[in-house]
């Protein structure tokens, strides 16, 4: 199964009527590296969130933050996907829908997580490896947070 992703988005028309805004299979698929497709879902700016708006925000660009606001996301990290150590500046909540990968964390400590395992990140430096031989797919938000504070360090987003 590779990312096939159905985005149902709503919205409003002129009357003020609830009405389906986008409802198609995500064609905006990148790769961020090897063995690892990632499709933005839809992305926020500043808080609280502006729900009027017109435009696709699924197809604003981001990386793995979007300052000031959110970014929902689908990763699918297939078997073998190349390694990527890195901190975020957010706080991420994550859902696996299917399969299972290990998150692995400094010192090397690692953690499986499979299909029904939730997940928040907090700004620690992970990679994330797939020994198996299926794909992970995997449902993340992404929230904007001020980099972490530990100690007298500051530990900002790398990788």
């Known amino acids: 199964m590779a990312l096939n992703v159905r985005r149902v988005i709503t ?10 805004k986008i409802d198609e ?3 905006n698929i990148r790769e961020g590296r090897p063995g690892a497709l990632s499709c933005n879902i ?17 197809l604003t660009p981001a990386g793995t933050t979007l300052p000031g606001g959110t970014v929902f ?3 699918e990290f297939k078997p073998g996907v190349a390694e990527r150590n890195h901190r975020t500046d957010s706080i991420d909540y994550l859902v696996i829908l299917k399969g299972e990968i290990d998150m692995q964390l400094d010192e090397g400590v690692e953690v499986r997580v499979k299909a029904g395992d939730v997940m928040v990140q ?4 992970h990679n994330w490896i797939n020994r198996g031989t299926e794909s992970c797919f995997v449902a993340v938000i992404l929230i904007d947070a001020a980099p972490v504070q530990a100690g ?8």
Do not use: C, K, Y
């Open 25 to 27: 299979i995500a064609t």
């Open 73 to 75: 996301r689908m990763i």
């Open 42 to 58: 839809w992305t926020t700016q500043g808080f609280p969130v502006n729900n009027s708006t017109q435009e696709d925000a699924g």
């Open 11 to 20: 919205g409003h028309d002129e009357q003020g009527r609830a009405i389906v």
């Open 152 to 159: 007298s360090r500051t530990l900002h987003a790398i990788g």
């Open 122 to 125: 907090r700004g620690t430096i």
